[in-house]
């Protein structure tokens, strides 16, 4: 498979550009510890692939799920510092802009810490357009997000590329009618071929040789 015609490419943030899933799993067992509430590791899978609200508010109810909320913020802003880009990602996105490609960042994660990510591990430079929730109004799987990616680029979805590593990043690509290329190159990756993508795709370098 190639993508080297596509000319508009999406990709998630937390586990897909950036190896911040053990940031967000030690968030959630300090957390749940504290207030004595079990975390099973099949639940530790499933939060990295479900809206943090969503599954806050599943697992905890809707009062201890706010105040996870604000916790989470806070310690995400802590964690942006740290967060770094997997091996192979700037050279990637170096190579798409080279291209003529452009490149938005899609993510759930909350705006601000988004935004310090992408500013603190430098991959930012790369990236023309970002949304989360907080400006589609609407979490992923919705495509409210690569709708607002579509308008801003010029194209239709159609012409997308997205790239991401959770079932919501899959399904949005189906709903979308674009390409899909599951991201399986963090350490909680599915080792399966997900069936929902175009293609599933297990490092960095591979990707970067079909571009």
Known sequence: ?????????????????????????????????????????????????????????????????????????????????????????DELL????????????????????ALQVLQATGIGVHVDFSVTPACSGFPKPHVAGLQMIASEFGCTMTDLVLVGDHDVDMKASESAGCVGIRANWHRYGDKAPCLMATETIYNVSDLLLRT
């Open 1 to 89: 498979m190639t993508y080297s015609q596509k000319k508009h490419w999406v990709f998630d943030l937390d586990g897909t550009l950036v190896d911040s899933s053990e940031f967000y799993v030690r968030f959630l067992r300090s957390f749940f510890q504290s207030h004595d509430v079990p975390l099973a590791e099949h639940e530790v899978i499933e939060s990295l692939g479900t809206p943090a609200p969503v599954f806050l508010e599943r697992k905890l109810g809707p009062d201890l799920a706010l105040k996870a909320l604000k916790n989470l913020t806070d310690q995400s802003d802590l964690d942006a510092l740290e967060i770094k880009a997997f091996l192979g990602i």
């Open 94 to 113: 170096f190579k798409l802009k080279a291209k003529g490609c452009k490149v938005a960042v899609w993510t759930n994660r909350e705006r601000r810490s």
